[in-house]
T-cell receptor
Framework: ETGVTQSPTHLIKTRGQQVTLRCSSQ?????VSWYQQALGQGPQFIFQ???????GRGNFPPRFSGLQFPNYSSELNVNALELDDSALYLC????????????FGSGTRLTVV | GIQVEQSPPDLILQEGANSTLRCNFS?????LQWFHQNPWGQLINLFY???GTKQNGRLSATTVATERYSLLYISSSQTTDSGVYFC?????????FGKGTRLHILP
């Protein structure tokens, strides 16, 4: 049974650039959710995808967007990067409508300079 | 929206000590979870405990849903227990995390 893998592990971008982060789901999981974790804070929910469609979104602007692919892997895209976007980005996979059993990846640490 | 508050924010203990971490939530929930975030950033699910008590080795958790709190107990702490402990609830199809308790176990 494979876990959740995220890539890259670390990334440095310049303000105004665009970034794509990737996540592969645990085998058998078809729901993926993304979180932003600023230093010293708890993870904040960005959005969730099920069957390639967004089905829940937190308080993040439209420049945060995502995709889910038929193999349930997922991408998080952030346009027009701002300094405050610097954070650890986590993805988690789960079975649909199941309020437990989330498997998290180790995250991508994004630094915007 | 729902508020999830954890205490204490930081805890430093000697190896072998016991600890109690607390999570308060502002509204009725039926899906509270505890996570441990290791130094490499990965979140590990410790307990799904909407109510009652569960134990797993040196760790146990109790949720009193009617009083809107949950407790995580760690007995005989080891240095590998260090990290950040989060409680989280699912609210409006979103996982809402507390700010965490940072635990340092000294050898």
């Amino acid at each position: 049974e494979t876990g959740v893998t995220q890539s890259p592990t670390h990334l440095i971008k310049t303000r105004g650039q665009q970034v794509t982060l990737r996540c592969s789901s645990q085998s058998g999981h078809n729901t993926v959710s993304w979180y932003q974790q600023a230093l010293g804070q708890g993870p904040q929910f960005i959005f969730q995808y099920y069957r390639e469609e967004e089905n829940g979104r937190g308080n993040f602007p439209p420049r945060f967007s995502g995709l889910q692919f038929p193999n349930y892997s997922s991408e998080l895209n952030v346009n027009a990067l701002e300094l405050d976007d610097s954070a650890l980005y986590l993805c988690a996979s789960s079975l649909p409508r199941q309020n437990y059993g989330y498997t998290f990846g180790s995250g991508t640490r994004l630094t915007v300079v | 929206g729902i508020q999830v508050e954890q205490s204490p924010p930081d805890l430093i203990l000697q190896e072998g000590a016991n600890s109690t971490l607390r999570c308060n939530f502002s509204d009725s929930v039926n899906n509270l979870q505890w996570f441990h975030q290791n130094p490499w950033g990965q979140l590990i699910n410790l307990f799904y405990i909407p109510s009652g008590t569960k134990q797993n080795g040196r760790l146990s958790a109790t949720t009193v849903a009617t009083e809107r709190y949950s407790l995580l107990y760690i007995s005989s702490s080891q240095t590998t227990d260090s990290g950040v402990y989060f409680c989280a609830v699912v609210w409006d199809d979103k996982i809402i995390f507390g700010k965490g308790t940072r635990l340092h176990i000294l050898p």
